[in-house]
C-alpha cells in the first residue's frame, strides 16, 4: 500500500522560506509523477508543482504560475523523497500542502495527509 508522509510545514513570516518533504512508500518511486498541491481555507486545492519521468534520463518540472521563481521542486530517487523549497513566502501561500503521487500513465491516485504552512504578514 502506497503512503506518503509530508513533513516541515510551519508558521514563517513573509519573506522566509520552508521547505516541506514528502516520504513515498513506492517501490518504484523513481518512475513516478510527483507532485504538491494546496489548499486554502474556503477554497479548492490547486497545482503547485510537479516533477515527472520523461523517460530517458531526466524530470520535467512544472510550476503554477504563483510560485514561478519562488518555489523549487526535487526529488531523492535514493530516499523515496520529494522536497518543496518554498522561499519569499506570502500570506497568500498559506494554505494545507499536500504530496500526490501518480504511476506512469495514470493522473495523482495517492495523496499525503497534509502539512499547514501560515505564513504571517
Do not use: H
Not at 19 to 46: D, H, N, V
Not at 49 to 65: E, F, M, Q
Not at 71 to 89: G, P
Amino acid at each position: 500500500q502506497v503512503q506518503l508522509v509530508e513533513s516541515g510545514g510551519g508558521l514563517v513570516q513573509a519573506g522566509g522560506s520552508l521547505r516541506l518533504s514528502c516520504a513515498a512508500s513506492i517501490r518504484t518511486f523513481r518512475s513516478y509523477a510527483m507532485g504538491w498541491f494546496r489548499q486554502a481555507p474556503g477554497k479548492e486545492r490547486e497545482f503547485v508543482a510537479d516533477s515527472k519521468w520523461s523517460g530517458v534520463l531526466i524530470y520535467y518540472t512544472n510550476y503554477a504560475d504563483s510560485v514561478k521563481g519562488r518555489f523549487t521542486i526535487s526529488r531523492d530517487n535514493a530516499k523515496n523523497t520529494v522536497y518543496l523549497q518554498m522561499n519569499s513566502l506570502k500570506a497568500e501561500d498559506t494554505a494545507v500542502y499536500y504530496c500526490a503521487a501518480g504511476p506512469p500513465g495514470s493522473d495523482y491516485v495517492y495523496w499525503g495527509q497534509g502539512t499547514q504552512v501560515t505564513v504571517s504578514s
